[in-house]
């Protein structure tokens, strides 16, 4: 575990979506946390733990506040961008790492033709990256697409290394368009639900 200045005080709180001190959270850090490693080599591995051990999911969405957490994420062991980016700044908080929750939205050009078909559209609203702080600086973290989901739409998963901004690639592996991030609604201490639930009822009315 790490001291940070108390200018960070707001980004190491628990919150309510943001629920890190729950027996959850906790055991799901414990696992993976080595006293060995430096801060940024444990928070790498919780970087790849969140994007590969949670499934990505578009399907099994609630809207209960309850679903965001980063408890309820471990239990179901699956979730889509926005509860995955909590979970990861749960984790970083855990041990001690600043983090906030960044959301954009993006143009997804490779989206299957059932999500297409369920959404209406293939920009994703709101979509969420976590903004940790480590070695003196801000870098994004995007854990919401893991390996075999990537391996299956011909994408590299993205890398994190704890100095450099890991976000969507605007390509595929053969040049074709893949992300293309759009509007930034800007980072925040915790899950905005309700401006959250705004930009879903706007974008997916049928869904929300």
């Given at each position: 575990m790490i001291t940070v200045s108390t200018e960070f005080e707001e980004y190491l709180k628990p919150t309510e979506f943001?629920?890190?001190?729950?027996?959850?959270?906790?055991?799901?850090?414990?696992?993976?946390?080595?006293q060995d490693l430096g801060v940024s080599a444990n928070m790498i591995k919780l970087y790849y733990k969140v994007r590969d051990l949670i499934m990505y999911d578009t399907y099994d969405i609630m809207f209960e506040p309850s679903f965001f957490k980063a408890s309820s994420t471990i239990n179901r062991g699956s979730g889509f961008c926005i509860p995955k980016g909590i979970l990861l700044a749960a984790a970083a908080r855990a041990i001690g790492v600043p983090s906030r929750l960044g959301y954009v939205d993006v143009t997804n050009h490779i989206a299957s033709e059932k999500i297409l078909k369920r959404m209406r559209s293939n920009v994703f609203v709101f979509h969420s990256y976590t903004d940790l702080?480590?070695?003196?600086?801000?870098?994004?973290?995007?854990p919401a697409?893991?390996?075999?989901?990537?391996?299956?739409?011909?994408?590299?998963p993205l890398g994190f290394n704890g100095r450099e901004d890991s976000l969507f690639q605007q390509f595929d592996k053969n040049g074709g368009k893949y992300m293309e991030y759009m509007k930034d609604h800007g980072v925040f201490a915790d899950l905005p639900y309700e401006m959250m639930i705004d930009r879903f009822r706007e974008a997916y009315p049928h869904m929300v």
């Open positions: 943001i629920d890190y001190k729950s027996p959850e959270v906790q055991e799901f850090v414990k696992t993976c946390f080595s702080f480590l070695e003196g600086k801000w870098v994004k973290a995007t697409f893991n390996k075999t989901l990537c391996k299956k739409f011909n994408v590299e």
